[in-house]
């Protein structure tokens, strides 16, 4: 059971990192290697657009799992 709440806070720990990046623009981010392709395609405004809703969607999933669990 507790892998589960492991499991969890990663994705909300990941979430919230790509929330925060896209709100202060970080470059460190932006200019990693696993974004930059992102970056390329979309460009920088888009991108940031695109982390941030993976952070949301991010997070709603590990709340959603979160509510699940507590079912069983």
Same mark, same amino acid.
């Given at each position: ?5 492991? @499991?969890? %806070? ?7 990192? /790509? @929330?925060?990046?896209? *709100? ?11 974004? =930059?392709?992102?970056? #390329?395609? /979309? %460009?920088?405004? #888009? ?6 809703? *993976?952070?949301? =969607?991010? @997070?709603?999933? /590990? @709340? ?9």
């Amino acid at each position: 059971m507790t892998m589960h709440y492991i @499991i969890q %806070g990663i994705f909300v720990g990941v979430g919230l990192l /790509a @929330i925060i990046a896209s *709100l202060f623009n970080w470059d460190w981010f932006f200019n990693s290697q696993n974004t =930059l392709f992102v970056v #390329k395609k /979309a %460009g920088r405004r #888009k991108s940031r657009v695109f982390y941030f809703i *993976l952070g949301l =969607l991010m @997070i709603v999933t /590990a @709340i959603y799992f979160f509510m699940e669990v507590q079912k069983i």
